[in-house]
């Protein structure tokens, strides 16, 4: 075994699960991946497939479709997501950011007509923070939102929104009191076929290339009080909460992927040769691998107690920018390595390693940059 501590956190049924969810990524995405990356974007049907066989509400409760269960469901579905360097159709941002938000703060009636949906796989979400004006200092939002009777207007931009081209819905994270800075902040569910909602070009990115990513606008679209999302002005405490969960997201499936390139490197170095031996042979090759694999073993019990122990509701938002901090670092780094033991192949799409160096590129932008959780870190010292 290339890891050798046994993982103590998951059950049988867990572990079944798991199984299940692995035979749908084989069978039913990897299939079609290539496709979806030239198309820039994922297909409908894969999202409703991915409904009925019920990765998409892993942990929303059984009234509103989902399978009841914890984290730990959530986090098979994260781990296998990244084992099969699988970054879209982005579930992730979709089941386990934007549902568990709604599952947090929204009333009961909004629950009952929203989460069912995403359940199925029916909607699709995005979630509207970061705007073209800036990402990292969430205070600066400038699209605003005001009331007028029973609906609020709202205004503005934002940018670099996963999903934004397919979503139906979007989180957005609006200002209804500008002279309150952070504490002005309330978050809507606005229905992406309204009047004055409009969706920028596809950008193209590096890496995460089958995951649209838009900019989108909003010019006086009437979105009803109804769809308002948590409090007035108490959307920073929803963001605080949920962008932990984001965080932790982002740890685990970074982890899962250094784990799988050192494993993929280490089959591909002992296969090629060069010089009359394989690229494996070489000390260098065999201390490179043997550092990572140290440090990928290392970290997997520090991510596994933060899955446990949010699964109990004690991971702050430190911890979580911790984790995340210290497993996209890694990654980054483990991969980088693993493409060079590849030479020239590491190089190319159809490699793995080529593909998961690009999409694991963003986790120490996104989801806050990892300067940013220095600062939260810092900050709590
Ligand atoms: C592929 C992709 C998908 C994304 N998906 C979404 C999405 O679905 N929804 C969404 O809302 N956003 C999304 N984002 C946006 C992402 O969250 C932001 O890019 C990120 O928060 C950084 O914001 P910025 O790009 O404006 O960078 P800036 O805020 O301009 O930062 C630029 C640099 O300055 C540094 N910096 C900023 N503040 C400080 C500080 N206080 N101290 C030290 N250094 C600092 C940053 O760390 C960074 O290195 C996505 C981005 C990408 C690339």
Excluded at 104 to 110: G, P
Excluded at 120 to 146: F, V
Excluded at 206 to 215: L, P, R, V, Y
Excluded at 243 to 253: F, G, K, M, N, Y
Aim: charged share 25%; proline share 3%.
């Amino acid at each position: 075994m290339l890891f050798g501590i046994p993982r103590t956190i998951y059950s049988e049924e867990h572990e079944i699960f798991r199984n299940s969810v692995a035979h749908f990524l084989e069978n039913e995405v990897l299939p079609l991946y290539e496709e979806w990356e030239e198309a820039g974007r994922t297909p409908r049907e894969i999202w409703l497939r991915a409904g009925e066989v019920g990765l998409l509400g892993t942990s929303t409760a059984e009234k509103y479709g989902g399978m009841g269960g914890d984290f730990l469901f959530d986090s098979i579905v994260l781990e296998e997501l990244g084992r099969f360097g699988v970054s879209a159709p982005s579930f992730d941002m979709h089941a386990y950011i934007i549902a568990p938000i709604l599952n947090n703060f929204c009333t009961e009636k909004q629950k009952k007509e929203w989460l069912p949906k995403m359940v199925s796989g029916e909607w699709i979400s995005a979630i509207g923070l970061t705007e073209p004006g800036g990402g990292s200092d969430m205070k600066e939002i400038k699209t605003n939102a005001k009331v007028d009777g029973d609906y609020y207007v709202i205004n503005g931009s934002k940018t670099f929104i996963t999903n934004g081209h397919i979503a139906d819905y979007v989180l957005l994270a609006t200002k209804t009191d500008p002279s309150l800075g952070a504490k002005g902040v309330s978050m809507f569910w606005v229905d992406m076929s309204l009047s004055g909602v409009s969706r920028g070009k596809n950008l193209k990115k590096i890496g995460n290339k089958a995951q649209d990513t838009a900019e989108l606008f909003f010019d006086d679209v009437r979105v009803p009080i109804s769809n308002m999302v948590g409090d007035l002005n108490k959307g920073w405490s929803l963001l605080i909460d949920g962008l932990a969960q984001e965080r932790l997201v982002v740890a685990l499936r970074s982890i899962a992927m250094a784990e799988v390139a050192v494993d993929q490197t280490i089959k591909y170095t002992k296969q090629r040769k060069t010089f009359g031996q394989t690229v494996f042979d070489f000390q260098n090759t065999q201390f490179k691998l043997a550092e990572m694999s140290a440090n990928v073993e290392a970290g997997r019990p520090f991510i596994d107690r933060c899955i446990e122990l949010h699964v109990e509701g004690g991971v702050t938002p430190e911890l979580a920018a911790k984790a995340k901090l210290w497993a996209t670092e890694l990654a980054d780094s483990v991969l980088d390595e693993c493409l060079q033991l590849h030479g020239g192949y590491g190089y190319m799409w159809e490699f793995p390693i080529a593909r998961a160096w690009a999409d694991a590129r963003v986790h120490r932008i996104y989801a806050g940059t990892n300067e940013v959780m220095k600062y939260i870190i810092a900050k709590k010292m």
